[in-house]
T-cell receptor, first 113, second 110 residues
Framework: DAGITQSPRHKVTETGTPVTLRCHQT?????MYWYRQDPGHGLRLIHY???????DKGEVSDGYSVSRSKTEDFLLTLESATSSQTSVYFC????????????FGQGTRLTVV | TQLLEQSPQFLSIQEGENLTVYCNSS?????LQWYRQEPGEGPVLLVT?????EVKKLKRLTFQFGDARKDSSLHITAAQPGDTGLYLC??????????FGEGTQLTVNP
């Protein structure tokens, strides 16, 4: 298994609070991604990173920010959580991006009440 | 609007039956991938197709990339309960990003 660890695995938080999800990899892959998965929508890209301090927005980036200060860590922050951000969040890594294989973490189930 | 449309969204069949899942788009992709996801886990890559018209086989699974590189299909022969899962197609878009379809939930009943 690719060395990807997401933390926490489960979290319940209140509306309006900030939340940070962490993705840690031990594979030294250049690309890291944050997706959210909701019924009927598959996986939707939130933000991604193509190197340390190099990040870009995905298709559903509003309300989210990311940071990558080290190769191995990619943080996703919900600045002020809303109920619409209740979802399962997946981190993925890939060596060169594009059509190279993406390896996924086990996901973080976030509930905003 | 989903860039990649998968059909059907849900499929429930009996063990031993054959099935086909489709992934369609109006956009051209340089490559397309198929992933399978089991409950509580992240998706796992099954195959990548790159050339228009390409056919790849993985045991009982056959993957095809359309000639125009806008669509793909996954055919499973003699489905087994172990094939149960969420099947996702993903296309490479600009900036080395993967865009996913909404998935096909397959249930194979013994």
């Amino acid at each position: 298994d690719a060395g990807i660890t997401q933390s926490p695995r489960h979290k319940v938080t209140e509306t309006g609070t900030p939340v940070t999800l962490r993705c840690h990899q031990t594979e030294n892959h250049r690309y890291m991604y944050w997706y959210r998965q909701d019924p009927g929508h598959g996986l939707r890209l939130i933000h991604y990173s193509y190197g340390v301090k190099d990040t870009d927005k995905g298709e559903v980036s509003d309300g989210y920010s990311v940071s990558r200060s080290k190769t191995e860590d990619f943080l996703l922050t919900l600045e002020s959580a809303t109920s619409s951000q209740t979802s399962v969040y997946f981190c993925a890594i890939s060596w060169t991006g594009g059509n190279t294989e993406a390896f996924f973490g086990q996901g973080t189930r976030l509930t905003v009440v | 609007t989903q860039l990649l449309e998968q059909s059907p969204q849900f499929l429930s069949i009996q063990e031993g039956e054959n099935l086909t899942v489709y992934c369609n788009s109006s956009s051209v992709f340089s490559s397309l991938q198929w992933y399978r996801q089991e409950p509580g886990e992240g998706p796992v890559l099954l195959v990548t197709v790159v050339t228009g018209g390409e056919v790849k086989k993985l045991k009982r699974l056959t993957f095809q990339f359309g000639d125009a590189r806008k669509d793909s299909s996954l055919h499973i022969t003699a489905a087994q309960p172990g094939d149960t899962g969420l099947y996702l197609c993903a296309g490479e878009t600009s900036g080395s990003r993967l865009t996913f379809g909404e998935g096909t939930q397959l249930t194979v009943n013994p």
